[in-house]
């Protein structure tokens, strides 16, 4: 079955957040990406080369095409298409605050760039936090650019979207963390095994909603402290510290 006009401008339309919302779907491109989600959601529709048939006979999807490498380069968003694309159907998660309760858990507030988003994702399943609470101006999970970021890891991590001053103004005697320039050297301050850690939008950081109800508030030095130097971190970059920190003082406790 080849790629009909009609197919190739419903996966491009798949850019659109809209789009993407009325069908509840995401694409996703590349061996490595659609192996890793297979098997955690349900498969829509599958596009590949021979080659990867081959190499997959078992792969299962509602509708199966096998493509030529020039219909599948038509259909694709990324500059290099890769043997495969596949659409599947979004998750439906419930939101559980108990589990901030029981586990090391992220919040991003205004994140607004899918790479940033997908990178932290990655980040996540890396250090084992397996839920990120994101607040409703959050760029949307299901961009495909956050999807190929994600690097298969949106199979084990849960992305909510809620309203953040909500979810952690519910919470009882639990540890929210954030950082600030103001805050407390992160390598200094005894870290929780269980919480919350907020990470803010790129340019204007933790909004002031969500900023009242932090109860930690970190900062990550500079080395040397005296030495001028940027004004500050990426936010995966960030986050990728904070993560590094609070896994380090656990296992070393």
């Not at 957040?17 to 098997?39: Q, T």
């Not at 936090?129 to 949106?154: L, W």
């Not at 900062?219 to 380090?248: D, H, M």
Request: negative net charge; charged residues 20%.
């Amino acid at each position: 079955m080849s790629l009909s006009k009609n197919k190739l401008k419903y996966i491009h339309s798949l850019e659109q957040k809209k789009i993407r919302k009325e069908e509840k779907v995401f694409l996703a491109e590349g061996p490595k990406l659609v192996d890793d989600l297979f098997g955690h959601f349900s498969c829509q529709y599958l596009a590949a080369t021979a080659q990867w048939f081959e190499e997959h006979p078992t792969a299962q999807a509602d509708e199966v095409a096998e493509v030529s490498t020039e219909e599948l380069m038509r259909a694709s968003l990324l500059k290099s298409p890769q043997q495969v694309l596949a659409v599947f159907q979004q998750p439906e998660y419930n939101i559980d605050a108990t589990i901030i309760q029981k586990s090391l858990s992220l919040a991003l507030d205004d994140i607004q760039d899918p790479g940033n988003l997908g990178t932290i994702i990655r980040l996540a399943d890396w250090f084992g936090i397996e839920h990120i609470f994101c607040s409703p101006d959050t760029v949307d999970v299901y961009n495909p650019k956050t999807i190929q970021a994600t690097m298969g890891a949106i199979a084990r991590v849960k992305v909510h979207y809620t309203s953040l001053p909500d979810l952690i103004g519910s919470l009882q005697n639990i540890p929210v963390y954030g950082t600030f320039l103001d805050g407390n050297n992160l390598y200094e301050e005894p870290l929780s095994e269980a919480g919350i850690i907020i990470m803010g939008n790129e340019g204007n950081g933790i909004g002031a909603a969500v900023e009242k109800l932090v109860n930690h508030r970190l900062y990550i030095p500079n080395y040397p402290q005296q030495r001028k130097t940027s004004e500050s971190l990426n936010v995966a970059i960030a986050t990728a510290v904070v993560c590094a920190e609070f896994r380090r003082q656990i296992t070393t406790r």
